[in-house]
């Protein structure tokens, strides 16, 4: 396993990290005890950035994985979580409700000190509310030694630059970017710069698009619009045709940037996980990643927007 230090936090994260959401259930019903084997592997294999947020299932992606942690040495693993989502897509980005969900997160996960304390999905609030008052109440927390390092997550690429821009240097440490990085869509490459500039380490998730790119394909919740889900499954066709493995190239092409730390893949399956990670060792069949673009063009770059209107991306298609 590579590590690469994520921005000026001092933390030294692996290339492919563990998303925990699937631990939730949030992609198909899932075995808690298999969901643990997961995070074991992962940790065995060298991960040792670990992802998750009271929303996922609901709090129980937190509370799986606060089981699968039993046991293992906290230094052996950074975690992260996040604060402002909730059961049903319930938003409340106040700093009593911030201090209060960071305090339940540590109940669920067994730890006492979050490593990464991030706002989650930040284009359903409003702007101002995360900059006077989510982010000082994260900052209280980092000051006081509770958090190691504060960050901001979303799907629209403008609220990252909008709320670095109006805080002071130094306040945010980490971005989360998800399905910005991936073999349809490479635009959080545009915004890399940026992010070095403001010394911010760059998270990228979902190198499978939330399943866009994988043979199961897209839950029922998921923001895409049909035109591109049929455009991603052109691509899982074809390589499903040549005896290709979709996932491979997806991974191999979302740990390719140079300046992005760390990728989270989600999954609560052992078997997946030892594979995501054996990918990284893989020759890249680069013939094979040409041709899925080619695939891919009708929708690249084509993302979703979501959030409140002031906060979408303008988007292309
Ligand atoms: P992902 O692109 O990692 O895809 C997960 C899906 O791919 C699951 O259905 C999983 O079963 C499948 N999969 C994984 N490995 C596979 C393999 N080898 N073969 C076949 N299928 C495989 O999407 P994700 O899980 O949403 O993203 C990763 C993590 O990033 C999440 O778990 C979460 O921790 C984080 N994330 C955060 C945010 C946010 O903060 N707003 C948003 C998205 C993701």
Known sequence: MHYRALGLTGMNVSLLSYGASPLGGVFRATDDSEGI???????????????????????????VLGRALQGVPREAYYIATKVGQYEGGVFDFSAARAIRSFEESCKRLGVDYIDVLQCHDIEFADLNQII?????????????????????????????????????????????????????????????????????????????????????????????????????????????????????LAIQFATSHPQIATTLVGTANPDNIRKN?????????????????????????????????????????
């Open 37 to 63: 084997r997961a995070v074991r592997t992962a940790l065995d294999l060298g991960i040792n950035y670990l992802d998750t947020s009271p929303y996922y299932g609901a709090t129980k992606s937190e509370t």
């Open 132 to 248: 006077n008052e989510t982010l000082p109440a994260l900052i209280t927390l980092r000051d006081a030694g509770r958090i190691g390092h504060v960050g901001i997550t979303g799907l629209p690429l403008n609220i990252f630059t909008r709320t670095i821009d109006r805080v002071p240097a130094g306040t945010i440490d980490t971005v989360l970017s998800f399905c910005r990085y991936g073999l349809n869509d490479t635009a959080l490459g545009s915004v890399v710069q940026y992010l070095k500039e403001n010394n911010v380490g760059i998270i990228n998730a979902s190198p499978t698009g939330m399943g866009l790119l994988s043979e199961r394909g897209v839950p029922s919740w998921h923001p895409a619009p049909p035109a591109m889900i049929s455009g991603a499954k052109r691509a899982v066709d074809y390589c499903r045709a040549i005896g290709a493995d979709i996932t491979k």
């Open 277 to 317: 990670v054996g990918y990284l060792h893989e020759p890249i069949d680069f013939e094979l990643m040409a041709k899925v673009i080619e695939i891919l063009k009708p929708i690249q770059n084509h993302n979703f927007t979501r959030g409140r209107p002031e906060n979408h991306d303008s988007i292309i298609g």
